[in-house]
């Protein structure tokens, strides 16, 4: 496109923008009127049923007397609560790998199963001959997410059963995409760093011995070295990521495109492109740069009134982004607590000693204490508002060198596998192509 029609063409569609927010918009008023609940969530932000699992569940209240009461948070896998489930598995480098087994199959691997599955695993993470080369570089972005999606669908064409959505066949395909998920997020951030950072790129091929997170670990740095304490932090994200019910925009994603009898490849990026909208799986970036912010405006990070009087600010929209959010408080679903943040709490503070970075923990965890009590003043919210599980996360990954770019496809590299958990679900059950009715308030112009 030439430069001239580029600046025509965006002249033109900016020309067209009030018609579209002229005959687009629908008044609130008429969502009510109908009882149409917008998001999929009712007034009291509870989500409407679209379907049942087996996979997993997450519990905030409870029914009392005819009445929601806020509960603190639970998450469950396949009958486990993941706070159990990261007790048993907290010594096991292959925990990923275990746990992955479990959503997929509904059961825990014996020793021997375990095995296998983890030498399927290792021995499934080879891109096609030159593929690194003619597709991973070939375009560099600094939106891995996308650079990901592309490398999803381009792999469907060196399947020669791409098309076929039989069960053995969607549980090969979910297997192979799971273990060179790392693979394509990383290298898709070496060839960006490379052609566009002008940095030096270097791709290290997976070590068949070295479990998922290490893997990652070693792929991403230059001396392929990494602690074991970094190794079990990093894994412990991946674990409180990989699933979170049935009901995220992700995963409802996924439900309704293999629903219409897609295939695997076209599956997974779809929901890739939901994961990738700031509003699901950008929130520790916001975190993060609201961090930054408060380091830089407020003076003594001891004194609990300057950081009081600062997320006051913050709310009402005067400062930051000024969108009046404090950004890793609250959740659509948690209400008194986040029950991964609670877990990964304490990995979070055992990676800060090794990494020397105490005096940020503490401003976390100042953070967390006072936003609460700021958001309930503020805003009048008294059922419980608490942090979530990306309050941290984002601060883990900055102290283990993972670069600001692949925060959210580390967010995919976990959650790849609650998708094809959801795919695999989803055909054995044989449900109906999901098709939601929209009521029309067109005005009708031709009249007979």
């Keep these: 496109m030439g430069k001239k ?5 965006k002249e033109y569609a900016v020309s067209q923008m009030g018609r ?3 005959n687009d918009t629908i008044p609130d008023a008429l969502f009510q009127h109908y009882e149409v609940n917008r998001g999929l969530r009712d007034l009291d932000g509870k989500g409407v049923l679209t379907g049942l699992t087996n996979i997993s569940e997450i519990i905030s209240f409870e029914e009392k007397d005819g009445k929601r009461i806020p509960i603190d948070g639970q998450l469950w896998y396949r009958g486990y609560t993941v706070e159990n489930l990261i007790r048993m598995f907290a010594d096991d480098r292959f925990a990923y790998e275990t746990l992955t087994y479990l959503l997929l199959f509904g059961e825990l691997p014996n020793e021997q199963e375990k095995k296998d599955f983890i030498e399927i695993l290792a021995g499934a993470r080879d891109l096609p001959t030159n593929f690194v080369r003619d597709v ?11 650079s990901m999606t592309r490398s999803i669908l381009t792999l469907a064409s060196y399947d020669s059963h791409a098309q076929q959505t039989d069960l053995p066949n969607v549980i090969r395909q979910s297997i192979m995409l799971i273990a060179v998920f790392p693979m394509l997020a990383i290298y898709g951030y070496h060839a960006y760093n490379h052609y566009e950072n002008m940095e030096s790129m270097y791709i290290h091929r997976p070590d068949p011995e070295l479990s998922t997170a290490e893997n990652i670990l070693m792929m991403m740095r230059p001396d392929q070295q ?3 304490t970094e190794a079990k932090v990093l894994q412990a994200a991946l674990l409180l990521h990989m699933e979170h019910g049935g009901g995220n925009n992700s995963t409802f994603t996924t439900r309704v495109v293999t629903s219409s009898g897609s295939d695997t490849y076209a599956t997974i990026a779809a929901a890739m492109s939901s994961l990738k909208g700031p509003r699901h799986g950008g929130a520790n ?3 993060m740069e609201m961090m930054d912010n408060i380091r830089k405006k ?3 990070w001891n004194d609990d009134d300057e950081i009081d009087a600062y997320l006051s600010k913050m709310l009402k929209g005067v400062v930051f982004d000024h969108k009046g959010l404090i950004y890793g408080m609250g959740h659509a679903v948690y209400s008194l607590s986040d029950p991964r943040e609670r877990v990964f709490k304490s990995f979070v503070e055992r990676l800060s000693v090794e990494k020397g970075r105490q005096t940020d923990m503490a401003l976390y965890q100042k953070i967390e204490d006072i936003a609460p009590r700021v958001i309930a003043r503020e805003r009048r919210i008294y059922k419980g508002v608490s942090p979530n599980v990306d309050f941290y996360s984002g601060f883990v990954y900055d102290m283990l ?3 600001i770019e692949l925060y959210t496809p580390i967010f995919a590299l976990a959650r790849i596998t609650g998708w094809s958990a959801h795919r695999i679900e989803e055909i054995v059950g044989r449900g109906k192509i999901l098709r939601p009715a929209y009521m029309s308030v067109m005005k009708r112009i031709d009249e007979q």
């Design 20 to 22: 579209c927010v002229k």
């Design 401 to 403: 060198g993972i670069p």
């Design 298 to 300: 407020v003076r003594d």
């Design 136 to 146: 991973i570089m070939k375009a560099p972005t600094k939106d891995v997410m996308n």
């Design 226 to 228: 990494f602690t074991e």
């Design 285 to 287: 970036i916001k975190v």
């Design 5 to 9: 029609f580029e600046k025509m063409f």
